[in-house]
């Protein structure tokens, strides 16, 4: 009887042979698809991402290493543009943006880091909640709308300027500094939105360890809080450099050419206001930015990398 039922068992292969109830696996197998496929989900975004940013990218690369088609001889090849792009106003602005960007952002992480503190640490959620959805709104609020709010209330004859006789001190909104005041209105916002989740991953228990090692809030702070913290405020202080750095809107409404910036020279050469058939600098100038973007993230991913073995 036994070996009756063991040749059925293997006659009949839809049947398990230790008699448990039998799970038709294979029309699972027959419709599972392949790994490759899974890369078709991916397909759109990829077309997306060629459009929207290859396609740009490539066309200024190229434009940059052309001469403009209303030259002598038409388009050829030459790195004319590139060179005119690190010489003169050119790169004097391209020092500007990157010397305006670096003190801005140093700024914004020194101020940042506090704040972002007290919020996480806050016993009110309500309060933390309202102000990190307030940061939020004040870190993508740039553009015309905050350079007429500084001019209103700090330029020549602005409300605090008039009420304070600030022009009588030296103050100049219009200057190095007051930009740099008006980039610190997003920009410390945006610090405390991207060191509120590194300082959320700190555990309670590293504070206590060191206060029982008979380490005060100091020495924690300088010894254990910050160094984990450091990638994290060093990816903060990159990404606040390249957000500087590619703002446009904000200082041609404000200052316009009276600090030089690579975005206003760029603006100059593609509108003509300046020099005309500077198209291709301009492009150029496009490429240098990139350049410095490209270092900028080089720099920013191996740090968020790093920042989330402790923190993650």
């Known amino acids: 009887m036994n070996a009756l039922q063991t040749v059925a068992a293997d006659d009949n292969p839809t ?17 599972r698809l392949p790994r490759s496929a899974g890369w078709l989900g991916a397909v759109p975004l990829l077309v997306f991402a060629a459009v929207v940013f290859g396609l740009p990218a490539a066309t200024m690369v190229f434009g940059a290493f052309m001469t403009p088609e209303t030259m002598p001889g038409g388009a ?3 790195g004319a543009n590139m060179s005119a792009s690190l010489h003169g106003p050119y790169v004097t602005a391209l020092i500007g943006s990157i010397k305006l960007s670096a003190v801005s952002a140093l700024i914004a992480a020194v101020v940042g880091l506090p704040i972002a503190h007290a919020v996480v640490t806050s016993r009110f959620r309500a309060l933390r909640e309202a102000i990190l959805a307030g940061a939020g709104v004040l870190a993508n609020f740039g553009g015309v709308p905050l350079a007429f709010a500084f001019v209103a209330t700090l330029g020549n004859a602005g409300v605090l300027t008039t009420r304070f006789h ?42 206590e360890a060191a206060h029982n090692n008979g380490a005060n809030a ?14 994290s405020l060093l ?66 991913v191996p740090l968020q990398r790093r920042s989330t073995r402790w923190l993650a």
Not at 236 to 254: C, D, E, H, I, P
């Open 166 to 207: 600030l022009l009588g001190h030296g103050w100049n909104l219009y200057g190095f500094w007051g930009l740099t005041l008006v980039y610190l209105y997003f920009l410390i916002p945006l610090m405390v939105l991207t060191l509120a989740p590194a300082l959320e991953g700190l555990r309670r228990h590293w504070r």
């Open 76 to 78: 050829r090849f030459t």
């Open 15 to 31: 049947r398990p042979s230790d008699g448990s109830p039998h799970t038709d696996t294979g029309s699972a197998r027959r419709w």
């Open 218 to 231: 100091f020495r924690y702070w300088m010894h254990v809080a910050l160094p984990i913290l450091m990638p």
């Open 235 to 300: 990816g903060g202080y990159v990404l606040l450099f390249g957000t500087a750095f590619s703002a446009y809107a904000t200082a041609a409404a404000m200052v316009g050419s009276s600090v030089p910036l690579v975005t206003m020279q760029i603006a100059d050469a593609l509108s003509g206001d300046v020099l005309v058939g500077q198209d291709n600098v301009a492009l150029a100038l496009g490429v240098d930015m990139v350049l410095v973007a490209g270092l900028v993230m080089a720099v920013q």
